[in-house]
C-alpha cells in the first residue's frame, strides 16, 4: 500500500484550489504587518487595507497625505522588498 500523504502546509502552499485563500492571507499579512514595515507612520495613518493588491491607507492629515502620496513608488517597493515578492501594485490614500 503506497502511502501519498502530504503535510497541510505543502496543500495549501502548492495547490492550486488554493490560490484565492493565499492571497487573501497574503493580503492580509500586509495590512497585519504594515506597521512592522512602516513604523513612523502608526502616529499619522489609521487604517491600512489590502484589496486587488491595492494598499488602501487611511490618513486624516491632508498634508501627510499628500507626502506618502509622493513617496508612493519607495512605499510599493519597501513593501514588496519586504515580503520577497509583489504583494502591492498600488496605493491609495483617503482622509
Not at 3 to 18: A, M
Not at 37 to 60: G, H
Not at 63 to 79: C, D, Q, S, Y
Amino acid at each position: 500500500m503506497e502511502h501519498n500523504f502530504r503535510s497541510l502546509e505543502d496543500i495549501f502552499n502548492k495547490d492550486e484550489d488554493f490560490n484565492k485563500l493565499r492571497n487573501l492571507v497574503k493580503s492580509f499579512d500586509v495590512a497585519a504587518d504594515f506597521y512592522t514595515i512602516f513604523p513612523e507612520l502608526q502616529s499619522f495613518v489609521s487604517a491600512a487595507t489590502v484589496n486587488n493588491k491595492m494598499l488602501l491607507i487611511r490618513v486624516e492629515n491632508s498634508v501627510m497625505r499628500h507626502e506618502l502620496f509622493l513617496k508612493n513608488e519607495m512605499m510599493i517597493k519597501k513593501i514588496n522588498d519586504y515580503y520577497n515578492e509583489p504583494r502591492i501594485k498600488a496605493i491609495r490614500f483617503s482622509g
